[in-house]
Nanobody, 126 residues
Framework: QVQFVESGGGLVQPGGSLRLSCVISGFSMSYYALSWFRQSPGKEREPVSC????????YYSHSVKGRFSISTDIAKNSVYLEMNNLKPEDTAIYYCAISSFYCSGLGIPASSMEFWGKGIQVTVSS
């Protein structure tokens, strides 16, 4: 059974930073793409970033490029999202997900994700 443990969310002031972590068990990460999505109230779930575990190719959405950084630790079955210069519009529930598709420069849609974490709240507010 695939299980996710997401952590690192919370309340932060605009301009601040957070680091999200996602530990995945019950699944081999060697040949998959790891992704972060987010969903705000009234909006569709949107891709934020993904990374291919085979060659560490990455994708970032236009709204987070240059501020967020995704990384993995295969030995720990973990994926991380370093979020800097956070803005109020980054407020959302952030989800960790995995897919058998390759993470290209175009990203991977939510419909192609095979397993999802439960999500973690990130609130950016003064």
């Amino acid at each position: 059974q695939v299980q996710f443990v997401e952590s690192g969310g919370g309340l932060v002031q605009p301009g601040g930073s957070l680091r999200l972590s996602c530990v995945i068990s019950g699944f081999s990460m060697s040949y998959y793409a790891l992704s972060w999505f987010r969903q705000s109230p009234g909006k569709e779930r949107e891709p934020v970033s993904c990374i291919s575990t085979s060659d560490e190719n990455t994708y970032y959405s236009h709204s987070v490029k240059g501020r967020f950084s995704i990384s993995t630790d295969i030995a720990k079955n973990s994926v991380y999202l370093e979020m800097n210069n956070l803005k109020p519009e980054d407020t959302a529930i952030y989800y960790c997900a995995i897919s058998s598709f390759y993470c290209s420069g175009l990203g991977i849609p939510a419909s192609s994700m095979e397993f999802w974490g439960k999500g973690i709240q990130v609130t950016v507010s003064s």
